[in-house]
């Protein structure tokens, strides 16, 4: 598997870290086995998909489709979960207004496009909480912090 991507959108980066990071995440919920994607798009791509899907028409940074009903989630063998999209150029912008790195940043949406695939979600203050506790967890035990 190619783990770089060259010279996209003026910046050359690595992300092989990224399979400690989803296993890791995979581990907290006591998951062993899971199939899903993780597609990088552009700018242009995110904001047709957001439109579409969640009737908002602006550019956002990631966005998950999960598969599977998470109610019977640790009674399959092996978890079809969905897809995470992510936009390249938001992350770029993000990492740099938030002033950390792109691994950092890249990290972070995919742990957090994960989780929804999970079953997380952020719709009030408790959920928000939870879910963005178990992101930060996740990243420093791989030491990925900001």
Do not use: W
């Not at 552009?42 to 439109?51: A, D, P, R, V, Y």
């Not at 956002?60 to 399959?76: G, R, Y």
């Not at 992510?86 to 912008?93: D, F, V």
């Amino acid at each position: 598997m190619n783990y770089q991507i060259n010279d996209l959108y003026g910046v050359d980066f690595k992300y092989d870290y990224l399979d400690k990071v989803i296993k890791r995440t995979l581990k907290h919920e006591k998951i062993k086995e899971a199939i899903f994607s993780i597609i990088f798009v552009n700018e242009e791509e995110i904001k047709k998909i957001n439109k579409e899907y969640r009737g908002i028409d602006r550019v956002t940074d990631v966005i998950s489709f999960a598969f599977l009903d998470n109610d019977n989630i640790n009674d399959k063998e092996v978890l079809v979960l969905g897809d995470i999209y992510i936009c390249i150029p938001r992350m770029i912008s993000q990492s740099a207004l938030y002033g950390h790195s792109i691994k950092r940043e890249l990290a972070f949406l995919t742990v957090h496009g994960l989780l929804h695939l999970l079953g997380y979600d952020h719709q009030n203050k408790e959920e928000e909480e939870k879910m963005f506790a178990l992101q930060e967890l996740i990243l420093n035990e791989e030491g990925i912090t900001r």
